[in-house]
């Protein structure tokens, strides 16, 4: 049974789906692994490398013939159609917005496994790569920020003087937030954070950041996620928020509800109150931005001297680490899904319905839109 890495072919994609340290784990399972040229090479993932790690490397096709693709970013509507009936694809699927991909999914009969739906329980942790992506990216963050401030981040004492540590001021307290504030106070910043969800205060303190409190309702989400708010609770949080954001010298924006637009954190003219030459750095760029002007992947700034980094394929911008974090995530969701070779039997699939996480992160299979619970209910 061979499993596939193609090249990801999306502007600014730079990670890989398999890193070469993980390979024997595939083959071990008595996979065939087969390696797009070229394919780990923003990754330090060289050709060389997947060869000795036990994989073949190929130039051109190596997907039509597949029976599992794994991919960061997921296949194009015209990729997809080229699989063979019954193969199963993995990866980042945005189900949300990529209906091409699936309906060409769908048609070509592949069972397509979209990572974003990984549901968030004990079991599944090792397999969580928006956990994983998310941690590479808060850490990012806080170093664009520490670049783009024309300030020191930590206090220091000098002959000449005292130097002031900078104000830093994350918005949300998720994977990414928490990274970014560990960052932030490892390179000596004072940092505070603000979340809707009360919860999250005490892992905000265990960095040693001071957690906002707004005295607002709390908005907890499933799977650990903030759920979506009303403009009226949202506009009576950005009203309390201004004074923290003003007297910041970075503010660092992570909030994001999976599968919708973003929400709006700061408007202009908090932007406006805040001093020149402090520095926004919006992670939520590309799902509509947290922070209103804010563009992906480019640097605005406004006619009052504030910075607004729009985050763009930002774990792509740490391809060796989140490479290694992703393609074990990827590893340990297929391994799930195997039936290992044994006393002569070829390796096998077994796509269990059955198992809360491949029922949950299943979009498409057997040439329809896989629904979750549908198997439980026609078993009772």
């Given at each position: 049974?061979?499993?596939?890495?193609?090249?990801?072919i999306?502007?600014?994609?730079k990670?890989?789906?398999?890193?070469?340290?993980?390979?024997?784990?595939?083959?071990?399972?008595?996979?065939?692994?087969?390696?797009?040229?070229?394919?780990?090479?923003?990754?330090?993932?060289?050709?060389?490398?997947?060869?000795?790690?036990?994989?073949?490397?190929?130039?051109?096709?190596?997907?039509?013939?597949?029976?599992?693709?794994?991919?960061?970013?997921s296949?194009?509507?015209?990729?997809?159609?080229?699989?063979?009936?019954?193969?199963?694809?993995?990866?980042?699927?945005?189900?949300?917005?990529?209906?091409?991909?699936?309906?060409?999914?769908?048609?070509?009969?592949?069972?397509?496994?979209?990572?974003?739906?990984?549901?968030?329980?004990?079991?599944?942790?090792?397999?969580?790569?928006?956990?994983?992506?998310?941690?590479?990216?808060?850490?990012?963050?806080?170093?664009?920020?520490?670049?783009?401030?024309?300030?020191?981040?930590?206090?220091?004492?000098?002959?000449?003087?005292?130097?002031?540590?900078?104000?830093?001021?994350?918005l949300g307290a998720?994977?990414?937030?928490?990274?970014a504030?560990?960052?932030?106070?490892?390179?000596?910043?004072?940092?505070?954070?603000?979340?809707?969800?009360?919860?999250?205060?005490?892992?905000?303190?265990?960095?040693?950041?001071?957690?906002?409190?707004?005295?607002?309702?709390?908005?907890?989400?499933?799977?650990?996620?903030?759920?979506?708010?009303?403009?009226?609770?949202?506009?009576?949080?950005?009203?309390?928020?201004?004074?923290?954001?003003?007297?910041?010298?970075?503010?660092?924006?992570?909030?994001?509800?999976?599968?919708?637009?973003?929400?709006?954190?700061?408007?202009?003219?908090?932007?406006?109150?805040?001093?020149?030459?402090t520095?926004?750095?919006?992670?939520?760029?590309?799902?509509?931005?947290?922070?209103?002007?804010?563009?992906?992947?480019?640097?605005?700034?406004?006619?009052?001297?504030?910075?607004?980094?729009?985050?763009?394929?930002?774990?792509?911008?740490?391809?060796?680490?989140?490479?290694?974090?992703?393609?074990?995530?990827?590893?340990?969701?297929?391994?799930?899904?195997?039936?290992?070779?044994?006393?002569?039997?070829?390796?096998?699939?077994?796509?269990?319905?059955?198992?809360?996480?491949?029922?949950?992160?299943t979009?498409?299979?057997?040439?329809?839109?896989?629904?979750?619970?549908?198997?439980?209910?026609?078993?009772?």
């Open positions: 049974m061979k499993v596939a890495v193609p090249r990801e999306r502007d600014g994609e990670r890989v789906a398999l890193v070469p340290d993980i390979i024997n784990k595939l083959t071990r399972l008595g996979y065939e692994v087969v390696i797009e040229s070229g394919a780990g090479i923003h990754s330090q993932a060289t050709d060389d490398l997947f060869r000795a790690a036990g994989a073949t490397v190929q130039s051109g096709d190596v997907i039509s013939t597949a029976d599992v693709v794994l991919s960061v970013t296949l194009t509507p015209a990729q997809m159609k080229t699989l063979k009936k019954g193969a199963v694809t993995i990866s980042f699927l945005s189900p949300v917005t990529a209906t091409d991909t699936i309906d060409a999914a769908v048609s070509a009969g592949v069972t397509a496994l979209s990572l974003e739906l990984v549901p968030r329980i004990s079991r599944a942790q090792s397999m969580d790569a928006l956990t994983s992506q998310a941690l590479c990216a808060g850490y990012r963050a806080a170093l664009v920020g520490s670049e783009l401030s024309p300030r020191f981040f930590p206090m220091l004492m000098t002959a000449a003087g005292t130097v002031t540590p900078a104000q830093v001021l994350v998720g994977v990414a937030g928490l990274q504030i560990a960052t932030a106070r490892r390179l000596g910043a004072v940092v505070s954070a603000y979340d809707v969800r009360p919860s999250s205060a005490d892992e905000v303190k265990s960095m040693g950041a001071t957690f906002i409190d707004l005295g607002l309702e709390a908005l907890e989400g499933a799977g650990g996620y903030a759920r979506e708010m009303t403009e009226d609770r949202a506009a009576k949080q950005r009203e309390l928020l201004t004074p923290y954001i003003a007297k910041s010298h970075v503010v660092i924006t992570t909030a994001a509800v999976p599968g919708r637009t973003a929400p709006r954190l700061m408007t202009a003219a908090m932007v406006d109150a805040m001093e020149s030459g520095v926004i750095v919006d992670l939520a760029a590309e799902t509509g931005g947290n922070v209103e002007g804010s563009k992906p992947g480019e640097i605005v700034t406004t006619s009052k001297g504030v910075q607004i980094w729009g985050g763009k394929d930002v774990p792509s911008q740490l391809p060796f680490h989140a490479s290694s974090l992703y393609s074990r995530n990827v590893v340990n969701l297929l391994t799930l899904m195997t039936v290992a070779s044994k006393d002569g039997a070829p390796v096998a699939l077994n796509i269990d319905f059955t198992d809360e996480i491949i029922d949950k992160a979009l498409t299979h057997a040439g329809s839109k896989h629904t979750p619970g549908a198997s439980a209910k026609e078993a009772n």
